[in-house]
C-alpha cells in the first residue's frame, strides 16, 4: 500500500528559510499537497503540486517535486511565528477521489 | 458557507457506549470521509463515502460504521467504545474537480476510559 514518510521536528529561528520534507511510494499519485493544522484545529491546504510539474511557488512558499525519488519538499521563506504549525504532505492516487494518504506530521517550531 | 462542521467538539465516554459523532456540509460535495488522528501516525482513513447512499472502508474501519442518506451528512458511529478509541476524529469532504482539495471540520476530540 501507499506511504508516506515525513520527519516529526523541525526547528528554524524567525526569518530564516523552513524545508520540510516528504517522501512516498505511490508511482501513480496525481496531486500531491502540504496541509497545515495550527493547535486545536482541522487540517487547511496549503498547497499542492500535480504530479506532472517539478516546483511551484506560490508566494513565500515553493514546492519540489522529483518524481524519480518520490520526494517532495515545501519550502517557506522568510519564516514568521506563525508559521508554527504541523506540516503533512499527503499524496492522491488515481483510484478513488475521496482517498488521501497522510504523513506522519511535521512539528515546525520557530524561534525568536 | 459554514464548510463542514462536526458536533460534538469533546466527549467521553466508558468502554462499551455507544455514540455517533455528526458532520455536515454545506458546499454540496459528493465525497466525504472520515479520519482518526493519533501521535506520531497522522491521519488514518476510517470510512469514506463518494456520495449518498455509498460508503465504503478505508484503512481502519473496525469498529465504526457510517451511512450517507444525504448528500450533506455523514455520521460515524462507534459500535462499542473502547479505549483504543481515544483519538481525534476529523470529517473532510473533497471538491468535486482538480485539484480535488480536502475540507476539514474542527475535529471531535474523543476519549474513552
Known amino acids: 500500500g501507499e506511504d508516506v514518510e515525513q520527519s516529526l521536528f523541525l526547528s528554524v529561528r524567525e526569518g530564516d528559510s523552513s524545508v520540510i520534507n516528504c517522501t512516498y511510494t505511490d508511482s501513480s499519485s496525481t496531486y500531491l499537497y502540504w496541509y497545515k493544522q495550527e493547535p486545536g484545529a482541522g487540517l487547511q491546504l496549503l498547497t499542492y503540486?500535480?504530479?506532472?510539474?517539478d516546483m511551484k511557488q506560490d508566494q513565500r512558499l515553493t514546492v519540489l517535486l522529483n518524481k524519480k525519488d518520490k520526494h517532495l519538499s515545501l519550502r517557506i521563506a522568510d519564516t514568521q511565528t506563525g508559521d508554527s504549525a504541523i506540516y503533512f504532505c499527503?499524496?492522491?492516487?488515481?483510484?478513488?477521489?475521496?482517498?488521501?494518504?497522510f504523513g506522519t506530521g511535521t512539528r515546525l517550531q520557530v524561534t525568536l | 458557507n459554514a464548510g463542514v462542521t462536526q458536533t460534538p467538539k469533546f466527549q467521553v465516554l466508558k468502554t462499551g457506549q455507544s455514540m455517533t459523532l455528526q458532520c455536515a456540509q454545506d458546499m454540496n460535495h459528493e465525497y466525504m470521509s472520515w479520519y482518526r488522528q493519533d501521535p506520531g501516525m497522522g491521519l488514518r482513513l476510517i470510512h469514506y463515502s463518494v456520495g449518498a447512499g455509498i460508503t465504503d472502508q478505508g484503512e481502519v474501519p473496525n469498529g465504526y460504521n457510517v451511512s450517507r442518506s444525504t448528500t450533506e451528512d455523514f455520521p460515524l458511529r462507534l459500535l462499542s467504545a473502547a479505549p483504543s478509541q481515544t483519538s481525534v476524529y476529523f470529517c473532510a469532504s473533497t471538491s468535486g474537480g482538480p485539484p480535488y482539495e480536502q475540507y476539514f471540520g474542527p475535529g471531535t476530540r474523543l476519549t474513552v476510559t
Open positions: 503540486i500535480f504530479s506532472n510539474m
Open positions: 499527503a499524496e492522491r492516487d488515481t483510484g478513488t477521489a475521496s482517498k488521501l494518504t
